[in-house]
């Protein structure tokens, strides 16, 4: 390997970049999907937790107008404890129960009564329309309390009617609450006896206390004492819940509703449809609500429709996708890294076989020139070859010339490539130096003039003679080569400041604008050049460039296609000599 590759060789080996870029890009895959999952799941559990907030507001609001309703009755019966059944009927059929409070089973009085006063109660309700009016279930009790009204009427609701709530314990101990409390209560769970039918639903009831006189008596005796009855509302849980929510065709959580405090499946009063008892949900959440002074527990899970949020289907799409253009990105790279490994690995093998072929030229090249040169000496001294042998020689001398400006651009441009191309500076006049040039070439063009202009004072440089003349010369056979129809060639030379000016400007062929900025580059030719009229190898202006850098100083070019090109090359003054 050459030592300007060396130079230019990377510290990390180029073949591990694509699986650098590989891990790098898997790992912002997983870190995205990471910071997506994460996202995902608190804003899942943020919208989860609404929703539950929801739902369980929208039950606690339904429970409160139940109640709402019920202190209306009570109030009712606290006014005229004498209310008719037509005038309980029509009380309630103005609710419209079924229509704007679907759930609640109906709205009833029950109505206390003393074992003296038993027979008049009965009495009176059959006089009201029911004949077969009766308490039950029967038997001495030190106190009765029959249903006397319940409305809607309905089937199950008939059933009702008569029943002493009083008499099973679930419901008495909610009535004693609410007696003695003055406040609503609702019952534990309980099977109402509206339940005629074989599919049965858990149940419960809030009760209402209505006291004799209106308003609620301060103490516990008197409580005892004047209370008449109670408003109440018999509830089947899952009518309940589906009156509540049955707007909602698709809702995000589900939810089981239990009875107390704990969750035994002997209280459940309510599944709502789409909960899944046997799935464990990491969104779960289970709450409590107040019902007329009861708790009921609440476990909410997210339904199947909630889980599939866009956030969580995204995932393994961002997964898969990720991976896919990592592996895609790894392919292309290591592709091209191949790719300029073998460009490179190629470069090498022209730059070695430049190299060694420019030096295996270059000794019988020396020897054929020497020898070609002394013949045409002799040739001009002594006269004796004929004017036909005499072109013969001159043509060989001549193409080997050429051959040998070939070899040594060749042998330059692999220096340069191995960083051996250097410099010898010493001071230098310019001046005379591009002087010598001019007159060499002078002599030998024949559509072409050549003017040099210069100043009188020497121009001193710290330069290499034979480099610095080589660059000139370049220049000059360039301007020649590229006016294939002759013209002037003005070769100048001028100080500017602390720095020496020369340009060589020719009005040939000139250069297309766009290819200027890369005419220095090594092996370049411009498009509008025949290569097949005018030969070259476009290594001339690279060594140009490099001998001219290696001296500080910078060499431009300005060009119009058609009209002529400027070649200007601008070196420091030795330090001597600067003003
Ligand atoms: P070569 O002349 O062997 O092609 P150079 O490196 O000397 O290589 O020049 C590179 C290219 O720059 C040339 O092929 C030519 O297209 C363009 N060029 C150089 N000098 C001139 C000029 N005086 N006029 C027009 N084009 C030029």
Not at 157 to 173: C, H, K, L, V, W
Not at 193 to 198: H, M, R
Not at 240 to 267: C, K, M, N, Q, S
Not at 313 to 324: D, K, Y
Request: glycine fraction near 6%.
């Amino acid at each position: 390997m050459s030592r300007a590759v060396q130079r230019r060789a990377p510290r990390v080996p180029t073949s591990a970049i694509p699986y650098a870029v590989l891990a790098g890009s898997l790992l912002l895959t997983l870190v995205t999907a990471f910071s997506v999952a994460t996202t995902a799941d608190a804003t899942e559990q943020l919208r989860f937790e609404h929703e539950v907030q929801q739902t369980q507001s929208t039950i606690e609001a339904r429970i409160e107008t139940y109640i709402s309703m019920l202190r209306g009755l009570a109030g009712l019966f606290a006014a005229d404890d004498a209310i008719s059944r037509a005038q309980f009927r029509a009380y309630v059929e103005q609710l419209s129960l079924p229509q704007r409070y679907p759930g609640t089973q109906g709205l009833g009085f029950s109505a206390r009564v003393a074992p003296e006063d038993l027979d008049e109660l009965v009495a009176s309700v059959r006089a009201q329309g029911q004949p077969d009016f009766q308490v039950w279930p029967a038997g001495p009790r030190d106190e009765y309390h029959a249903i006397v009204y319940l409305e809607p009427l309905d089937r199950r609701n008939q059933t009702a009617i008569g029943y002493d709530m009083f008499s099973e314990p679930t419901r008495r101990a909610a009535m004693e609450l609410a007696r003695d409390t003055g406040q609503p209560a609702a019952s534990a769970k309980v099977t109402l006896v509206q339940e005629i039918d074989a599919d049965k639903q858990a149940g419960f009831l809030i009760y209402m206390p209505v006291y004799r006189g209106g308003r609620t008596p301060d103490t516990l005796e008197e409580r005892r004492e004047q209370l008449i009855g109670f408003a109440y509302s018999p509830f089947r849980a899952d009518d309940l819940f589906v009156g509540i929510f049955g707007t909602r065709t698709d809702p995000l959580v589900a939810f089981e509703v239990y009875d107390g405090l704990e969750p035994a499946p002997e209280h459940l009063l309510h599944r709502s449809p789409g909960f899944r008892p046997d799935v464990q949900s990491t969104l779960s959440i289970t709450t409590t609500l107040a019902v007329a002074g009861r708790p009921w527990t609440l476990h909410y899970q997210p339904r199947v429709t909630f889980e599939s949020s866009i956030a969580s289907r995204m995932l393994p799409i961002l997964v898969i996708s990720g991976t896919l253009i990592s592996l895609v990105l790894f392919w292309l790279i290591r592709s091209q890294v191949q790719a300029r490994a073998s460009a490179e690995a190629a470069i090498r093998v022209r730059d070695d076989f430049f190299s060694v072929a420019s030096h295996e030229l270059k000794t019988p090249l020396t020897v054929l020139l020497g020898n070609t040169q002394l013949l045409l000496r002799r040739i001009s001294r002594e006269q004796h070859l004929s004017e036909r042998d005499q072109r013969v020689v001159q043509t060989i001398a001549y193409q080997s010339e050429r051959l040998n400006r070939l070899v040594n651009a060749l042998l330059d441009h692999s220096r340069i490539q191995s960083g051996r191309l250097v410099i010898e500076p010493a001071p230098l006049d310019l001046v005379a130096a591009v002087r010598r040039v001019v007159d060499e070439i002078r002599p030998s063009l024949r559509q072409h003039t050549l003017s040099l202009t210069a100043p009188d004072a020497p121009l001193i440089v710290n330069g290499d003679e034979l480099r610095l003349a080589q660059v000139f010369q370049n220049l000059i056979d360039n301007a020649i080569k590229y006016s294939p129809n002759g013209g002037p060639i003005a070769v100048t030379l001028e100080r500017r400041g602390d720095r020496a000016v020369i340009e060589v400007a020719d009005c040939g062929l000139g250069i297309p604008a766009d290819e200027l900025p890369s005419l220095f580059q090594q092996f370049y030719r411009a498009g509008n050049i025949d290569p097949r009229k005018i030969s070259g190898m476009g290594i001339g202006l690279y060594v140009i460039r490099e001998i001219v850098t290696q001296h500080g100083g910078s060499v431009d070019v300005e060009s119009h296609e058609g009209q002529g090109s400027t070649f200007r090359v601008i070196l420091p003054l030795a330090g001597d000599v600067r003003p």
